[in-house]
Nanobody
Framework: QLVESGGGLVQSGGSLRLSCAASPFTFTVYVMSWYRQAPGNERELVATIFPRGPTNYADSVKGRFTISRENAPNTVHLQMNTLKPEDTAVYYC???????????WGQGTQVTVSS
């Protein structure tokens, strides 16, 4: 089960921190990612953090967003700075087992950035 929190309404240039609490599975063998989906758009990958710490980011958020994870408790965060109206979307937490590919999704949290 993945439960996201931290979404909301913020002005352009502001910051938000999303969190995703994961239970009950062996968090350390899962690749954790944040995706987002804006109305009328496909779901897109925003950021990924691998079990040992390496990260990847979409070009559109590089230098503004930071993904991090805590293995106790099982939580992944997405720090979003210098937000833009085009960052407005529902943000989803994803967990993917790095060997089997088994996946879990959270229910999503709305992020709205006003201009």
């Amino acid at each position: 089960q993945l439960v996201e929190s931290g979404g909301g309404l913020v002005q352009s240039g502001g910051s938000l921190r999303l969190s995703c609490a994961a239970s009950p599975f062996t968090f350390t063998v899962y690749v954790m990612s944040w995706y987002r989906q804006a109305p009328g758009n496909e779901r897109e990958l925003v950021a990924t953090i691998f079990p040992r710490g390496p990260t990847n980011y979409a070009d559109s958020v590089k230098g503004r967003f930071t993904i991090s994870r805590e293995n106790a408790p099982n939580t992944v965060h997405l720090q979003m700075n210098t937000l833009k109206p085009e960052d407005t979307a529902v943000y989803y937490c994803n967990a993917r087992h790095y060997i089997t590919g088994e996946e879990f999704w959270g229910q999503g949290t709305q992020v709205t950035v006003s201009s």
